[in-house]
């Protein structure tokens, strides 16, 4: 792949996202505009200076950052169950609303305990629908109307939102019956189980 195509929502005057009017932007020469994920099918794109440059274009785009506090920290890894709420946000190829430039939101559970290396390896697995091209997607743990953590203490009300992983592959069962994680399809059916990379 020679370039990669993709629109970015304008900031409106107000600070707010104009989901009509986009941003076209194109990353020519794309095999040196990622970085690789050694492991896994990820990649990442740095976009701070192409971010800068809207900015002094006159051009803002609308952006959410996610910073380091929405990273968990190991005590508070500590305190989840096993079995937590957790929601990803994407924009998946065969599905998502492409004349406002919104993403897709999706809400499903922890399948493995996310702070246990699944299998030996840095990752753990979520029940949640998903599309082909999620790969990417943030998973987030969410908690919208408060949580009970491992010792059974409860929190009433509240919101809790922190960054687990991101999805980059799915279970597919192979002619033989056994389940297999393979990088998550571009095109084909939805798969309901998910593999994510820890954060």
């Avoid at 993709?6 to 409106?12: I, T």
């Avoid at 702070?115 to 029940?127: A, C, P, Q, R, V």
């Amino acid at each position: 792949m020679d370039s990669c195509s993709f629109n970015l929502a304008s900031r409106a005057s107000d600070n707010s996202p104009d989901l009509i009017n986009h941003i076209p932007i194109t990353l020519t020469d794309f095999q040196k505009a990622f970085i690789a994920h050694p492991d896994v099918d990820l990649i990442a794109i740095p976009v701070g200076k192409l971010l800068e440059d809207l900015i002094q274009g006159h051009r803002p785009a609308y952006t959410i950052s996610i910073d380091p506090s929405f990273i968990p920290t190991d005590e508070e890894l500590k305190q989840l169950m096993p079995v937590e709420q957790v929601l990803t946000v994407g924009y998946p190829g065969m599905l998502w609303d492409e004349v406002h430039n919104l993403p897709v939101f999706h809400r499903g559970y922890t399948a493995t305990a996310p702070y246990i290396d699944f299998k030996g390896k840095k990752e753990f697995l979520i029940d949640i629908a998903t599309w082909p091209g999620a790969s990417g997607s943030p998973v987030l743990l969410y908690n919208d109307n408060g949580w009970t953590d491992r010792h059974g203490n409860a929190m009433l009300g509240g919101l809790r939102t922190k960054l687990l992983g991101v999805i980059y592959g799915v279970g597919l069962q192979n002619i033989d019956g056994n389940i297999l994680i393979q990088n998550a399809p571009t095109q084909s059916s939805s798969q309901d189980k998910c593999s994510c990379q820890q954060i």
